[in-house]
């Protein structure tokens, strides 16, 4: 039985929903939610027994390691290995699975297990944090979440944890830590890695990499797409625009990514020129995955070409698939614009995918996710070459990696004041939560407008 109460104007409320009814959207419970779960981890993190050395750990270096673990970034102040002990990596890790179950899924997971029901206000909240499309199915879609997501990590970590005992000699328990850590780390595209060179030892070992990338893009495709193509994965037809438009469009960034830093990077000494064939193109398919926000490295980014700097600048802006573990603007709306694109170029009314006309309400969306995104990049950009005296390249890279939630470095990150690790620390938060989210959850009221004003076309181009 729910207990409820009176709450002032609004009748009988369960007791469970009390905190979610004091915000006036949804969106702010996901805000808040992650912002308290980043509060708690530098807290944790600033503990003595934290630190691997003597003293504790700097409070913003806390801070920074913090917000990037729950927002599944992997950019990093410090050196992991070396910096934190065995209890602040395991405090790391806990975070990155919090923050790639999403909090309010988690939240909805345990009122379901404590009363058994869940009010509307925090299904509205779980389905803002998960995208679901049905409000009826949080309840089902919270769980197979769950499931699917420690299943999948837990086939990452066994075939891992074997290769680091049978292939590396790593002790069993090392090997079973091991694996389990860069399976949550890869799976939630957290990037966070237990090596100094993240996996730059392993660039050609193929059961380290490629089990890597493959937890990468299951994380970052998104559950809905998932739960679709287990459903309908024959007919094709019948797909969802969201399963249609974010499978094909993965698929060319991952076909073309590949090829492209491949073919920038094929003569580098630094990074591909020293490798076999076979290994130059698993390299390769590693640098077009990670960009998906996932963070990790087999080669040094920071001696990539300026060239390939600027493609995978282009990546980690667009991201992965919408409710998934990925950051970025997302490749359903990097998808979707395209569409318009091509509708807007035939002379077309409606865009049209496949055989659905699309929404002018999710058109608008998607330019306002793009727009806003554009504007915190050049920001942040013009803002961090001002604090600093790095080239235009390096901090362009830095803030799109942190915005995208990626982690990936050209080595500069350490070496910023403390007001540029302050701003990646705000570009990490927005770029989790999503810019028309955060947007939406700091709006306290709607406006709705009662009278349509006359139309004007004004001269565009």
Known sequence: MVRRFRWPGRGLIPRGTALLERFQHPAQVVVT???VTILAGTLLLALPVARAGPG??????ALF???SAVCVTGLITVDTPEYWSTFGEIVILCLIQVGGFGLMTLATLFAILL?????LRARMAAQTETKTLQ???VRRVVRNIVVFSLSCEAVIAVLLAARFAFGYGEPLGRAAYLGVFHSVSAFNNAGFALWSDSLMRFVTDPWICLPVCVAIIIGGLGFPVWFELVRRWRRPRSWSILTRVTVGTSAVLLAGGTLVLTALEWNNPDTLGTLSRPSRWLAGFVMAVMPRTAGFNSVDT?????ESWLVTDVLMFIGGGS??????????TFGLLAFVLWAEMRGDVHVNVGVRRLPVGTQRQAMGIVLLAVGLVVSATVTLLILTGHSLDRVLFEVVSAFGTVGMSTGITADLPPAGHVLLIVLMFAGRIGPLTMATALALRRRVRRVELPEERPIVG
């Open 135 to 137: 409000m009826m199915d």
């Open 302 to 306: 920071s001696a990539m070409r300026p």
């Open 65 to 67: 390691t913090a917000t």
């Open 323 to 332: 409710a998934g573990t990925a950051g970025g603007i997302k490749v359903t």
């Open 115 to 119: 009363s058994g029901r869940v009010g």
């Open 56 to 61: 504790r750990a700097d409070l913003l270096d």
């Open 33 to 35: 939610g992650f912002g």
